[in-house]
């Protein structure tokens, strides 16, 4: 075989080859079926090592205070002391119209704030059945009417109609609330605001105001009179057994201050899309 030519033994070597093959395939069965369990087990070691990478890799896992968010809910007055919905009486002298607005900015709020926690879904009950239904007992006590007839009045999403009929959803709806998934973390702003401050619409014959908010030249604004709830509960937010732990609080100075806000600007406070911060304090108004 040294003897022979290269090219001749190469030759004959090819031919073994394709001899093996086509006339002894057990043979190459069996190489195939070798090749297919060395892929196979490779496949299995790099599954192995990113199953114990993900198992020892560190994770963060968020939860809603559900304790703290029910605390606040029952301070706030959306529920009694048996846990269940109960109308607020302080914003019985707001319209419709910013009533649902003033639910629908903290249920958003509450929404938007605690969307990327494991136990949303918990969060999705307080804002469906709490807060809605708080908002219904509100609207029907205002109205002096009950539960049923408000639902048959507003339907269970709260629809509103503006001056020129048209209808308006503010508070989440029920399906929309449903659909909410698990998002990510954002910045949002506050639900706090929310819920520690009610602004009450004042009939008033005096000349008609700026609104307060920055860069807006409107001046047909209306004025309406701070409420904060700690002044209304008479708690102060500094003793933490009366007042929900981490919740803030607006300084107290402000408490039966007045402002001039447009229809558009109010109605963006009441929606969480406006702070305090967006307004001009030197503005307000002295009002008896």
Not at 82 to 108: F, T, V
Not at 132 to 156: D, G, N, P, Q, V
Request: hydrophobic fraction near 35%.
């Amino acid at each position: 075989r040294d003897q022979l030519p290269h090219e001749l033994v190469d030759s004959y070597d090819n031919f073994q080859e394709q001899v093996d093959k086509y006339l002894k395939p057990v043979k190459a069965r069996k190489a195939l079926e070798e090749e297919e369990r060395r892929v196979e087990e490779e496949e299995e070691r790099k599954y192995a090592e990113r199953t114990i990478e993900d198992l020892t890799k560190l994770c963060m896992k968020v939860s809603a205070p559900i304790e703290l968010v029910r605390k606040a809910v029952k301070m706030a007055g959306f529920t009694n002391h048996m846990g269940r919905p109960r109308p607020i009486n302080l914003l019985m002298a707001l319209e419709d119209s910013d009533i649902i607005k003033w639910y629908a900015g903290a249920g958003r709020r509450w929404l938007d704030f605690f969307c990327c926690c494991c136990n949303f879904k918990m969060v999705k009950i307080v804002v469906t059945y709490h807060l809605r239904f708080s908002c219904l007992l509100t609207l029907a006590e205002k109205h002096e009417s009950t539960k049923r007839e408000a639902i048959r009045h507003y339907s269970k999403d709260l629809k509103v109609f503006d001056i020129n009929g048209t209808e308006e959803v503010h508070f989440p709806t029920e399906r929309e609330i449903k659909m909410m998934g698990d998002n990510n973390l954002s910045d949002p702003k506050p639900v706090d605001g929310a819920l520690t401050i009610a602004l009450i619409r004042l009939a008033s014959d005096e000349p008609a105001y700026r609104c307060v908010t920055h860069f807006c030249d409107r001046t047909d604004a209306i004025v309406y009179r701070i409420r904060l709830l700690q002044s209304h509960l008479n708690v102060n937010p500094l003793d933490e057994k009366k007042w929900v732990s981490g919740m803030g609080a607006i300084h107290e100075s402000l408490n039966w201050k007045c402002l001039p806000l447009c229809a558009d600007h109010i109605s963006d406070l009441y929606m969480g899309k406006l702070t305090l911060q967006d307004f001009d304090c030197t503005a307000f108004v002295d009002v008896d």
